[in-house]
């Protein structure tokens, strides 16, 4: 709605996100990065969205593109939010670079009724490749960082993720997982093919 | 109520202002924090564009403490291009050719609306330190009335820095249904002690001129200039930074080449600041001064809500932009995000950007490009929900 007339294509795991948003809902987007997905959901399913952002960048694109983006961080920002605020919190590929993943998680499900959580899985075999056969910290497309420069502080797995749901006793609705060429597959009761082959995860949750 | 077009305040030469000025308070009065009432008192407030036929599209420019209604033309009484020239105009931020812009003179002010500086209907004498102290909320309060005259229901933006900035919020805590987007700039919920402390030295600094006179200067035949000039000294060097000073004056010397052992203005700074201070009394009201200062002190829409700064704002559909600058350390970011945390708490609808600048507290007025991009986005993105025409 906001900037482009022609539909712009997202990337594959926020496309993945964007359809299990139903339209017309409330919408908070901690992480938001320069509002792709609040401005896809924008012109496509009339979201009241929301955006948190950490770097100036990203407040920047989004406030000069109409979106209603705040400049804060998801360690210190989340608690300030009332309960059941929003139909939809969305962590996407911040996860792994919080304080207190646990924490946030916690308030991703307080703040909305439900919350979606999209993240790198570090068990991809091309992770534990890199880091078996060369014994180096992997460096890839999608985690591009050297271990002394990335903001990646907290990374995970599909399998310490879905521990973690179970102990909080989250219900995990739908998880999908993305491999390197983009092509979904459900997250079914073996989590082992996921955690695999597995390049990215995303989770529909709730209470 | 009757509009009287280019009349207000006389002047030094007698030329009306020019601009509009309504009597408002005439049906029922203004009734004021303090507990008095103004009835039928002067509002001179400036206009730019036009009104749309729904009458969506007005942005109510609220002024700061030293500032008035000529926010785009040239300052009728210094000739000085409007305080927010770089802003306001055909082609700008507030682009005249799509917006109507309405700034009225805030009261307590001394450029045509009720003020110390008036006539006291019951006496057709100056009001001087008689008027009533006013607050924030009066000031907003004679604002909504000049809305009701114009016709205007809900207002597309209030937007406003610093004490405007205080009036932004105040609009949006009192009226919220008539506020669509508002735009508080460099500003904070309350005012800090820091702040009560700048405002007092200044204050002290008028009244302690003999030529204050108790306030009563105007039938004596002075002008309490000197105090004057030194408050607005002490508080121009709090609108800049340490930074913006070293720039543009570092430890430079006044036309000499060295220091000359007295107290003459040698450095550069000290000249600047006299300047400043020499030609704000040709266009500012002593007591004004102290009466606008007093009403920022007072502010305090957090006290007023219980101590819960987020309870001003429950409920509200506002879609909000709130600015800081890096360098304002009168109004730091961190006031501007404990009013984004209240906002939040009551899931406002809330962009919030800290820009970076070297210019302190008067960024805001200044040349500051990032600033005039974003809220273009902000703007625009408002206008689109509210469903104004794109810009052309």
Redesign the interface.
């Known amino acids: 709605m906001m900037a482009a007339n022609t539909a712009r294509s997202i990337r594959a795991d926020l496309q993945l996100i964007a359809d299990m948003i139903e339209p017309h809902s409330r919408l908070l987007d901690v992480g938001c990065g320069d509002g792709t997905l609040l401005e896809y959901l924008d012109r496509h399913k009339h979201v009241d969205g929301r955006g948190i952002e950490i770097s100036t960048q990203g407040v920047d694109a989004c406030v000069s593109a109409g979106l209603s983006v705040i400049q804060g961080n998801a360690d210190t920002d989340l608690a300030d939010y009332p309960d059941q605020a929003f139909d939809y919190v969305v962590l996407s590929q911040t996860l792994q670079a919080v304080q207190a993943p646990k924490t946030v998680l916690g308030h991703l499900l307080r703040i909305g009724r439900r919350a979606i959580v999209s993240f790198p899985n570090f068990a991809y075999w091309r992770l534990r490749w890199n880091l078996a056969a060369r014994g180096r910290m992997p460096v890839s497309n999608s985690l591009p960082y050297q271990w002394y420069e990335t903001p990646n502080i907290h990374f995970c797995t599909i399998k310490d993720f879905v521990e973690l749901c179970d102990a909080m006793g989250i219900t995990i609705e739908r998880s999908i997982s993305l491999d390197h060429k983009g092509t979904m597959r459900r997250i079914g009761s073996i989590v082992f093919f996921a955690n695999l082959f597995g390049e990215h995860a995303v989770f529909l949750l709730s209470r | 109520m009757t509009v009287t077009q280019s009349r207000a305040t006389e002047r030094k030469d007698d030329r009306p202002l020019p601009g509009h000025r309504v009597r408002l308070g005439t049906d029922r009065p203004l009734r004021l924090g303090c507990g008095a009432e103004l009835h039928d008192f002067p509002v001179a407030y400036q206009t730019y564009g036009s009104l749309n036929r729904d009458k969506s599209n007005a942005i109510l420019v609220c002024h700061a403490l030293t500032g008035d209604q000529f926010v785009a033309e040239p300052h009728p009484v210094t000739g000085k291009p409007g305080w927010w020239d770089l802003m306001v105009g055909p082609g700008k931020t507030l682009d005249t050719g799509r917006y109507f812009i309405i700034c009225a003179n805030i009261v307590g002010g001394c450029m045509g609306t009720a003020g110390p500086k008036e006539n006291n209907p019951a006496t057709d004498k100056r009001w001087g330190v008689d008027f009533p102290v006013i607050t924030i909320g009066d000031m907003v309060g004679a604002q909504a009335l000049l809305l009701d005259h114009l016709g205007i229901e809900q207002l597309f933006v209030v937007i406003g820095g610093s004490l405007g900035g205080m009036q932004v919020l105040q609009w949006a805590a009192t009226f919220p249904e008539r506020v669509f987007a508002a735009v508080p700039i460099a500003t904070a919920a309350h005012h800090t002690a820091q702040n009560i402390a700048f405002h007092e030295v200044g204050r002290q600094a008028i009244m302690a001129d003999p030529d204050w006179c108790g306030g009563d200067y105007e039938s004596n035949g002075k002008n309490p200039h000197r105090g004057l000039a030194v408050a607005r000294m002490a508080a121009h060097i709090t609108y800049l930074s340490e930074t913006a000073l070293h720039r543009k004056f570092g430890r430079r010397l006044q036309d000499r080449k060295a220091v000359t052992y007295g107290f003459d203005a040698d450095f550069q700074v000290e000249s600047y600041l006299r300047h400043q201070g020499i030609t704000f009394v040709d266009r500012f009201d002593a007591n004004s001064y102290l009466y606008i200062t007093r009403a920022m002190d007072y502010f305090d829409l957090t006290g007023e809500h219980g101590g819960v700064l987020a309870n001003a704002f429950r409920g509200t559909k506002t ?1 909000f ?2 600015f800081s600058f890096t360098s304002d350390w009168l109004f730091p970011t961190e006031e501007s995000r404990k009013i ?2 209240a906002l ?4 406002a ?6 820009i ?1 600048s070297e210019d302190g507290h008067d960024s805001f007025l200044l040349e500051a490009p ?1 600033f005039h ?2 809220l ?3 703007l ?3 206008a ?1 929900h509210r469903g104004l025409p794109r810009a052309g």
């Open positions: 879609r932009c709130v984004v945390h939040n708490a009551v899931a609808n809330v962009s919030f950007v800290e970076e990032e991009r974003l273009n986005g902000f625009n993105g408002a689109e």
